[in-house]
């Protein structure tokens, strides 16, 4: 039976954007960033991404090299290169998902948004269902949680509709002058 060394690296990266008028007078953009790998608590500023993409890859062939150890030679390259493959697909997708967040910053949020809203619904649904188990009657815990953003543009288009209506019946009654 083959046995499996699991290790895990994970990076907290903070970018910060800084907004300028060059000497020729043109708007310039700079981004500078802090890259923390979270096992080993150090850290790295750059001001390049390849200057975090060296980071991250440094600690990955470390571990890595630390994993395949005590493997034979050819068992340590072939696990290097897939490690390498590996890390060349993260490397290429990477620019992308910043660059998408940079661009349209509002929208990643909205979707960030609507995916925690799903998972508290989630969460909701799961409970409810415990505590029924449990007690023998259900609760219904949306009327606890917060609602979304586009739950409350519902309601309030609802609101407005039937508002209409109200005037609309009101401008009938009413008496003419």
Known sequence: MA??????ASFVLRLSQKIFESEEGSHDVTWRGNIRHVQSGEEARFSTFAEAEGFVKEKLTKMTLKAVEDKPEETKKGVLAKSF???????SATPKLVMDSIKDPKKQAEQLQDQLQHKIQDISDAIGQK??????SKIELDQLLPASKSEILN???SLNNRLERIEQKLDTIKPKK
């Open 3 to 8: 046995t499996k060394k699991e290790e895990t």
């Open 85 to 91: 493959d590996f890390w060349k697909s993260v490397a």
């Open 155 to 157: 309601q309030l288009d």
């Open 131 to 136: 505590f029924e188990e449990t007690i023998g």
